[in-house]
């Protein structure tokens, strides 16, 4: 059985729980040393049915696009919804454009599923960044266009260029970072038929070092572990998905059964106004 996908009125849809790839082949430089067990882990990520891969040009400067072009040979390209993004230095429209084209090289593909802009840029105008995104889905080497890191404010602006909807906005939400809610960014999505893709769910493992009793009695409840609660919580929500990096094939296992169920409206509620530890976002972690 595959992941159960999330779709928008528009009819887009992207599975709720897909690959994150940053730190594979390298974080802000290319690290060659790990790439045969990374191909693997993607190839094993794959046939457990996280067919949503989601990468960027900054990851390792372009070695994880690699790999995972390495890693997807052979698989029906039809099977696949890969992303990737562009970084914010390059949101001209020429550098959109190229930084597209380098990408699908990468990648090993002729088009991209889904193409989001990594950061809002103050340095290039949004105006001329949405314009080269709609191009490259006229050119048919993107079908969709989204953006990453985006405030509401300036996925408000952005929806105003773009002749394509904007099917998604990616950004750092789990049970402790909140900054999709307080800003309202979370209500302005589900009410203007945009999915929000979080990344980070189990806050690189720290919510599951020490479980507060709250999660403890949600384990139990639905018979499973903190990390399928975290992911849970988030696919729960409407018009939220998810993204996991994991190298672990136990780990694998666990968070793809995070899928397939739900929990219940007032669980999320629960889990939502009392989980500890909600903190403001590090400034480098806001939106925008």
Known sequence: MGIPVKKLKSGFALPELGLGTWGMGGRHEPDSSNDEAEITAIKA????????????????????????????????????????????????????????????????????????????SSECPLDEAIQALD???????????????FTKEHLKEAQKYAKHQIVCNQVYYNLQAREPESSRLLEYCKKHDVLLVAYRPVEKGKLLEEVPPLMEEMCVKYQKTPAQIAISWLISQENVVTLVKTSNPAHLKENVGATGWYMTKGDVEILRREYPGQAAVPEQNRLG
Not at 81 to 90: D, P, R
Not at 135 to 140: A, I, T, Y
């Open 45 to 120: 990520a794959i046939d457990a049915g996280l067919t949503h891969i989601d990468t960027a040009e900054v990851y390792g400067v372009g070695h994880s696009e690699e790999l995972i072009g390495e890693a997807i040979k052979g698989v029906n390209r039809s099977k696949l919804f890969l992303t990737s993004k562009v970084a914010k230095e390059n949101h001209t429209c020429d550098g959109i454009l190229e930084s597209c084209k380098k990408s699908l090289k990468r990648l090993g593909t002729s088009y991209l599923d889904l193409y989001l802009l990594h950061h809002f």
């Open 135 to 149: 191009m490259l889905v006229d050119q048919k080497l993107v079908r969709h266009i989204g953006v990453s890191n």
